[in-house]
C-alpha cells in the first residue's frame, strides 16, 4: 500500500500562482510514476502532468507553458507548480502515484484531493 498526502489547494486569483505539494508514504516502488490529476463535478479526471521516476514528463496541452511539475525521489514527493491560473483551472486535483511492476502491469493509488479555486 502506499499513501499520499497532498496539500497546497487553496483560492486564487486570476493570473496567480499556487504550489501543490504530494508526499507518498510506505510501500514504495523502484519504479513508478507520480501525477496529477484534476476534476470537475459532472467531468471525467483528467491528467494534469506526470513524471516517471527516470524523469519522463508528460503535460496536458491546457496547461503546457503554465506548469511545472517536479520530483524528489528521496522524498518520494511531487510538485506541481501552477502560475498564470485560470478561472478554468478550478478543480479538486488529485495526487496519483502508479507502481509499475512491468509493461501491462501496474497498481494505483490516489489522494483524498486538494482544491484550487481561481476567481475571476
Known amino acids: 500500500q502506499v499513501q499520499l498526502v497532498e496539500s497546497g489547494g487553496d483560492l486564487v486569483q486570476a493570473g496567480g500562482s499556487l504550489r501543490l505539494s504530494c508526499a507518498a508514504s510506505?510501500?514504495?516502488?523502484?519504479?513508478?510514476?507520480m501525477a496529477w490529476y484534476r476534476q470537475v463535478p459532472g467531468k471525467q479526471r483528467e491528467l494534469v502532468a506526470s513524471?516517471?521516476?527516470?524523469?519522463?514528463?508528460n503535460y496536458a496541452d491546457f496547461v503546457k507553458g503554465r506548469f511545472t511539475i517536479s520530483r524528489d525521489n528521496a522524498k518520494n514527493t511531487v510538485i506541481l507548480q501552477m502560475s498564470s491560473l485560470k478561472p478554468e483551472d478550478t478543480a479538486l486535483y488529485y495526487c496519483?502515484?502508479?507502481?509499475?511492476?512491468?509493461?501491462?502491469?501496474?497498481?494505483?493509488?490516489w489522494g483524498q484531493g486538494t482544491q484550487v479555486t481561481v476567481s475571476s
Open positions: 510506505g510501500s514504495i516502488s523502484g519504479i513508478n510514476v
Open positions: 496519483n502515484y502508479k507502481a509499475v511492476y512491468g509493461t501491462f502491469s501496474y497498481v494505483d493509488y
Open positions: 513524471i516517471s521516476s527516470g524523469g519522463r514528463l
